[in-house]
């Protein structure tokens, strides 16, 4: 028997606010445990939440870029659960009435285009850190996290494989990025999501049981939690056996789901209507006004790359999937006006670099404008190909300034043509054989005494140029 | 002079021009605590060394003149559910026993701003979940009317404190009545402010959409002053209404004012001396030149369930974070983190709170939420709609307090229901989210004091405030204290 | 609707309180007697009423997004239990 998958995605993500959700601590990753914690985010008696508004712009800046309807007369509802990560024993999230409903994001996987539908968008509170402390054998909870704003983005069960999931979530990174919701740094745990997964025999209506895999934090490892639990569960049914509805924890080092312990995990979260907030009411006025800030998004970047720039396909899918390459991109075109060069360069030595030094595309931090630089100075016949490329390694690693930088290290092409002459002479005054090898009609060794001549200027002059000459000098000797 | 005759504004008034200093005003009230405290048990935390410390210092801010509030240098109680920076603020419960905040409460704080002297922290039913003080982790407070009987609840050691001189005034907070009944019942005047008025920052939540802050004093007059000083816009509480703080002079004019007695207040259970005060109170409006009519609110009687389902539910969310991890009781011994959860629950709460909890858990449970939780506030949006229809006729209604005067001490409990059914009277007001105002208006055959309540539009304390004003002009049940009846 | 001891041990791991077998009867008929009173309010007709959780209408409570000082660690960890290096101590929790 055949199975296909069905697959649903609920990915949370941190806002890039600089404040809580609920309270005026700063959100600032990192720092010592319960640092960046008040009386209201780590739940003390008698305290109440006054929300950021930020985090409702940043969430109608979300809902409008992944065309969802936005609610109008929205509402936080609390969700009852004891965990030691979550201080007031209830998340304040959003159940009955989510600020963004209905939207989609339109992906291509190997040319086919397919749009996956967004149920909804809700804002929410992160929770804390726990941390095993193998000495006492014990855990130690940290609140720095707790009450960082997260908008939780639920799709319908629309994908079918992982290629499409790994599709949705570059494009709806991208998305995050380029609106300025959310940095999206995975490792960080900004950008996070929950697997829903069902199998069912081919062409069956019917759906088969789903499990959950929960806080999957990166895209090679969420293709294998899919590709996992996917076998997992055909695997039962073919044995006769029956998928149970659970949520399971994805080990991405073993390879293998788990099933979460379920004792005391009754999935009975009493939702009900905060009382300590107020609803939210969002007019024409405010949506339109957010709109209007909203920058160029990376589909409508996409088609005027390829209608005004006419670069391939491939490069402008690569380069508009990550708003830091989109903004070397622009800044570097900005500077020299040619968009075949700065796109050639980006998907060859900026890419090549960052695969080689591990670095992130938000942590690339040599100044754009300096490649625009670069590009103009190898245009002018500045320098050549061969020694750009050695100073943008330069300007990669430590932002050296290209100008100032080839000035700096002599690495001008020798232009000058009486230059160039006296090396060829001398090349050819101390080269006697080579010279007589010539006379006798062998042409090889021209190249030989070429790269004699590149040799002894040191890589800085016009190949065309010193050919001209020497042909010119050997000429003379014949 | 004996200064425990002084209402709390003639005290300050008595600071202001010297007549008494307020270390002076301060150690008598903590003699009198420390001499009736062993017969009423009226505070969990009395605090000394604190008191008289801020009394010097209040005293020198006044000299300075930089407290300029009639309120300044006036000893006072607060409920043990309101935040004080380093103070113990148990909410009267072995959960938060040891419990000491790291903030002040915004309305203690308005009040510590215009020089207040805080004393301590009065004795309340645990949680304030409860009608007669008696579910106290800290023992029950004693009416000082009668020591037999309970002073009411949840708010009932600050009724009591005011009744037995131990505060010149207090604060409690009213969730289903819990400033109004323990006032009634210690013949003092309370007010629970319009939801909204006062903020909750700093109040320890039993039913977030409930609660609220009020003012207990001896008088409409000290009642009011306070009002004033606590009330006004908190940007801490996304429910504090953003209106300007409250400036009016009392007013007694009565005339024209058109007052409704709804007749359910008066149902089954309610006591024959109780009814004929309030019908004589009604009378009192009118020979002021008021006209008082009855009439039916029929709603009224589904404020009961409604409130204890609203209630239940969120103090069952409410009450979750007590886990014993960050603060309150933690078990001693548990196996792991789950039973770390049931012994420190199982242990720091009563029997009363975990009734309501449990209660609470029920109604929002996956299957009931509708038939329950949702209906509840539904029921709370025809309530809120009875009222309306109400105020589009008269200025404000007039009914009894409770049912009865204060139960004996162990009557209550006999039989919990019966208990909440007590709370008939005042309900619906929280519910509604309305202003209500409770002043006393006589003495029963046995001699415990009755309350008339005043019910007023939203946001409309002062029509209350005036009309209870009249009352105290025209009449002297006010003025009669536990002592006078003594001699 | 009857709290039965199944329902009665299903809300007591949701609130995660301990009904000692001294307390339960009592409890249970308690609890009973006042759900059952709850039940008047099937009496009202509630169709098309919208569930109020709010008395008044207030609106569009925000902050701005400005960083405050948080508080001192030693104030947040102060009433704990538990404490270790600045965190919260519980038994194990994460594998």
Redesign the interface.
């Known amino acids: 028997m055949e199975f296909e998958t069905v697959l649903g995605l609920e990915v949370h993500t941190e806002l890039a606010t600089d404040t809580k959700i609920f309270c005026s601590c700063s959100t600032e990753f990192g720092g010592e445990p319960n640092t960046h914690v008040c009386e209201v985010c780590s739940g003390m008696p008698g305290t109440l939440p006054v929300l950021n508004k930020q985090v409702v712009e940043f969430a109608i800046r979300t809902g409008l870029a992944t065309n969802c309807e936005i609610t109008r007369y929205n509402k936080f509802d609390r969700k009852n659960y004891f965990y030691p990560d979550l201080p007031k024993a209830y998340q304040v999230s959003q159940l009955y009435l989510p600020i963004c409903q209905n939207g989609h994001i339109d992906i291509e996987v190997n040319g086919v285009k397919k749009s996956i539908r967004i149920k909804e968008i809700h804002m929410e509170e992160d929770a804390g850190k726990l941390i095993h402390d193998p000495w006492d054998d014990c855990t130690l909870v940290d609140y720095n996290r707790c009450g960082v704003p997260l908008l939780e983005i639920v799709s319908e069960p629309d994908f079918s494989n992982g290629e499409e999931v790994i599709a949705y979530l570059t494009k709806l990174k991208a998305i995050l990025q380029y609106t300025g919701v959310s940095d999206c740094k995975m490792e960080q745990g900004s950008l996070r999501a929950d697997v829903n997964l069902s199998v069912k025999p081919v062409g069956s209506k019917e759906l088969g049981t789903r499990t959950e895999m929960k806080n999957i934090n990166s895209f090679k490892a969420i293709a294998r939690a899919i590709e996992g639990e996917r076998a997992r569960q055909i695997e039962l049914i073919k044995e006769g056996k029956k998928v149970i509805q659970e949520t399971r924890r994805w080990d991405d080092n073993k390879g293998a789901s788990y099933a979460m312990r379920s004792k005391e995990n009754a999935q009975d979260y009493r939702y009900f209507p905060e009382p300590d907030l107020v609803p939210i009411e969002i007019d024409d006025e405010w949506i339109e006004k957010v709109r209007q800030s909203l920058p160029e998004l990376p589909e409508a970047k996409k088609a005027r790359y390829l209608s005004e720039y006419k670069l391939p396909e491939y490069d402008v899918d690569i380069i508009t999937g990550s708003k830091d390459l989109v903004k070397i991109f622009e800044q570097a075109y900005e500077v020299c006006q040619n968009a075949k060069e700065v796109s050639n360069w980006i998907m060859g030595e900026v890419l090549r670099l960052a695969s080689e030094t591990s670095t992130l595309p938000e942590d690339i931090s040599f100044d754009a404008k300096n490649l625009g630089k670069l590009i103009l100075l190898v245009k002018n016949g500045v320098v050549n190909r061969n020694t750009a490329k050695e100073v943008f390694e330069k300007m990669f690693s430590d932002n050296v300034e290209p100008e100032q930088y080839i000035e700096q290290h002599n690495l001008k092409m020798v232009n000058d043509d009486s230059a160039v002459k006296e090396v060829v002479s001398k090349v050819i005054e101390s080269n006697p054989d080579s010279i007589e090898q010539f006379k006798q009609g062998n042409e090889k060794v021209n190249k030989f005494l070429m790269g004699q001549c590149m040799k002894q200027l040191k890589g800085k002059a016009n190949p065309a140029v010193v050919t001209k000459i020497l042909d010119e000098e050997l000429s003379k000797l014949k | 002079m004996d200064i425990f005759q002084l209402s709390a504004l003639e005290l300050g008034k008595k600071i202001k021009s010297k007549e008494i200093g307020v270390v002076e005003a301060t150690k008598a009230v903590l003699e009198n605590i420390e001499k009736k405290e062993p017969e009423y048990h009226c505070y969990v935390t009395v605090c000394k060394k604190e008191a008289l410390k801020q009394a010097e210092e209040v005293q020198k801010k006044i000299d300075s003149g930089e407290y300029q509030s009639p309120l300044a240098g006036v000893p006072a109680g607060v409920k043990d559910n309101m935040c004080t920076k380093g103070m113990q603020t148990s909410c009267s419960s072995r959960m938060l026993e040891t419990f000491k905040p790291v903030y002040t409460a915004t309305a203690v704080q308005k009040l510590q701003n215009v020089g207040a002297v805080i004393l301590g922290k009065t004795n309340m039913d645990e949680f304030a979940m409860g009608s007669t003080s008696e579910t106290s982790y800290f023992g029950i407070t004693k009416n000082p009317w009668n020591t037999e009987h309970v002073p009411g609840g949840s708010s009932g050691g600050s009724a009591a404190a005011v009744a037995a001189k131990e505060a010149f005034y207090t604060l409690g907070s009213d969730t289903g009545g819990s400033i109004r009944q323990p006032a009634s019942y210690c013949g003092i005047t309370g007010l629970k402010p319009t939801y909204g008025t006062v903020s909750r920052y700093g109040l320890i939540a039993y039913a977030s959409s409930l609660d609220q802050i009020g003012p207990m004093a001896k008088n409409v007059e000290d009642v009011t002053e306070i009002y004033k000083t606590i009330a006004g816009h908190d940007n801490k509480d996304s429910t504090s209404v953003n209106h300007p703080s409250p400036s009016f002079t009392l007013c007694e004019d009565m005339k024209g004012k058109k007052i409704g007695i709804p007749i359910e207040f008066f149902g089954e259970g309610i006591d024959a001396d109780v009814k004929e005060a309030i019908y004589k109170a009604a009378k009192v409006y009118e020979s002021l030149g008021a006209e008082v009519e009855e009439i039916s609110m029929p709603t009224i009687k589904y404020a009961i369930p409604a409130y204890y389902i609203a209630a239940c539910a969120e103090a069952s969310s409410n009450l979750s974070r007590y886990d014993g991890i960050k603060y309150g009781h933690c078990a001693e011994k548990y196996d792991d983190l789950v039973d770390l959860y049931y012994q420190s629950r199982s242990e720091g709460f009563g029997s009363e709170v975990k009734k309501r909890i449990l209660i609470g858990a029920f109604v929002l449970s996956s299957g009931y939420y509708d038939a329950y939780y949702n209906k509840a506030l539904q029921v709370k949006a025809l309530i809120k709609q009875s009222y309306d229809d109400a105020f589009g006729k008269y200025d404000f209604l007039l009914t009894p307090t409770a049912p009865t005067t204060a139960p004996k001490i162990g009557e209550s409990f006999k039989d919990t229901l019966k208990m909440y059914l007590s709370d008939i009277c005042t309900v619906s007001v929280n519910l509604a989210g309305l202003p209500g105002l409770v002043v006393p208006c006589g003495l029963d055959k046995t001699g415990l004091p009755i309350g008339l309540q005043l019910i007023g539009k939203a946001f409309n304390e002062e029509t209350l405030l005036n009309a209870g004003f009249a009352f105290q002009k025209a009449t002297d049940f006010h003025t009669v204290s536990p002592e006078t009846i003594a001699k | 609707?009857k709290?039965t001891d199944e329902?009665?041990d299903?809300?007591?791991?949701?609130?995660?309180?301990?009904?000692?077998d001294e307390?339960r009867e009592k409890?249970k008929q308690?609890?009973n007697?006042?759900?059952e009173?709850?039940?008047?309010?099937?009496?009202?007709d509630?169709t098309n009423?919208?569930?109020?959780?709010?008395?008044?209408p207030?609106?569009?409570?925000?902050?701005?997004?400005?960083?405050?000082p948080?508080?001192n660690?030693e104030?947040?960890?102060?009433?704990?239990?538990?404490k270790?290096?600045?965190?919260?101590?519980?038994?194990?929790?994460?594998e």
Do not use: W
């Not at chain 3, 207030?58 to 405050?68: A, G, K, L, W």
């Not at chain 3, 270790?84 to 994460?94: D, I, L, N, R, Y």
């Open positions: 609707m709290i329902l009665l299903y809300i007591g791991i949701l609130a995660r309180l301990h009904i000692s307390e409890t308690e609890i007697k006042i759900v009173y709850m039940d008047i309010l099937n009496e009202l509630t009423i919208e569930a109020m959780s709010h008395a008044f207030v609106r569009n409570v925000f902050r701005e997004d400005i960083v405050q948080s508080v660690r104030d947040i960890i102060l009433n704990a239990a538990n270790k290096e600045g965190c919260f101590k519980v038994p194990k929790a994460v």
